[in-house]
């Protein structure tokens, strides 16, 4: 079992389309980290939110995070084809840099 | 700022063998993490090194070892590969401070044969 459960796993959309990704724990992050990873590449880190109820926008993309720091999500508004790739949530489990990984979304996004 | 860099690419071995995999991080950075990514189980965490020393460590065999130099690169090393070690192996590196902010390499590819 995932420590974080993110859903869904593959989403293939039209341009222009909007979609959500959910990122959701039974366990308190002190923060959650979104990444972006494109094949043959490393993850690049989009955005991290630490306080309860914070919503940040990067140009089409929010992202938010619960209340109850538990869980976050990914809005992508009116998506293009640069999108495409894995997006992954991640939180840090202990003192250091200890990341668990949620399995990621497949995105895909047709022009 | 250069990024971080993961030397080779790309590496491929057979069942037994051993493998040496580096990673310099961003200028700067005292904290290198290594992760490894396999289609089944996604990202996991592998161990982290802060100024040399192992400050965490995941649920690997003692198979799977890394080191951390004076000037914070690090090196990763596997022992007796086997077939399932075939994954993208990560490396990570930060301040190390509470923001935990990292930064990845594009990755080495291995495959065990």
């Known amino acids: 079992t995932q420590l974080l459960e993110q859903s869904p796993q593959f989403l293939s959309i039209q341009e222009g389309e909007n979609l959500t990704v959910y990122c959701n724990s039974s366990s308190v992050f002190s923060s959650l980290q979104w990444y972006r990873q494109e094949p043959g590449e490393g993850p690049v880190l989009l955005v991290t939110v630490v306080t309860g109820g914070e919503v940040k926008k990067l140009k089409r993309l929010t992202f938010q995070f619960g209340d109850a720091r538990k869980d976050s999500s990914l809005h992508i508004t009116a998506a293009q084809p640069g999108d495409t790739g894995l997006y992954l949530c991640a939180g840090p489990l202990e003192y250091g840099n200890k990341l668990v990984f949620g399995a990621g979304t497949i995105l895909r996004v047709k022009s | 700022k250069a990024g971080v860099t993961q030397t080779p690419r790309y590496l491929i071995k057979t069942r037994g063998q051993q493998v040496t995999l580096s990673c310099s991080p961003i200028s700067g950075h005292r904290s290198v993490s290594w992760y490894q990514q396999t289609p089944g189980q996604g990202l996991q965490f592998l161990f982290e090194?802060?100024?040399?020393?192992?400050?965490n460590k995941g649920n690997f065999p003692g198979r799977f070892s890394g080191r951390q130099f004076s000037n914070s690169r690090s090196e990763m090393n596997v022992s007796t590969l086997e077939l399932g070690d075939s994954a993208l192996y990560l490396c990570?590196?930060?301040?190390?401070?509470?923001?935990?902010?990292?930064?990845f390499g594009a990755g080495t590819r291995l495959s065990v044969l």
């Open positions: 990570a590196s930060s301040l190390g401070d509470l923001k935990n902010i990292q930064y």
């Open positions: 090194y802060f100024s040399e020393t192992q400050r």
